[in-house]
């Protein structure tokens, strides 16, 4: 599976953004999906993922009513719709698949991550 994220980009305090993860190769309905984010010094941190089967979204705490993940099955795509993002946010964001819950070893694909900055 190759994965190609997109979307990131400069956005004020408060504005939306919308990141897009396409896949080629295996349909994603058979993987758990997810996003990542890594700022400039920091580990990188689960965001959200959405499980295979079922679709299920889970969030990080402080993301949560925030952000939205979804899969559309058809066009092998997931997205990560973004709002009232905060200056914390800035980070690069990177779709995995293949892996397990919120741990980012356990992905075995990688996408090439696409940066993210919210000025205040």
């Known amino acids: 599976v190759q994965l190609q994220a997109s979307g990131g980009g400069l956005v004020q305090a408060g504005g939306p953004l919308r990141l897009t993860c396409a896949a080629s190769g295996r349909a994603f309905r058979t993987y758990t999906v997810a996003w990542f984010r890594q700022a400039p010094g920091k580990e990188r941190e689960f965001v959200a993922r959405v499980t295979r089967g079922t679709g299920t979204p889970y969030y990080k705490d402080s993301v949560k009513g925030r952000f939205t993940i979804s899969k559309d099955n058809a066009k092998n795509t997931v997205y990560l719709q973004m709002n009232s993002l905060k200056p914390e946010d800035t980070a690069v964001y990177y779709c995995?698949?293949?892996?397990?819950?919120?741990?980012?070893?356990?992905?075995?694909?990688w996408g090439q991550g696409t940066l993210v900055t919210v000025s205040s």
């Open positions: 995995a698949a293949d892996g397990t819950i919120n741990i980012a070893a356990s992905y075995n694909y």
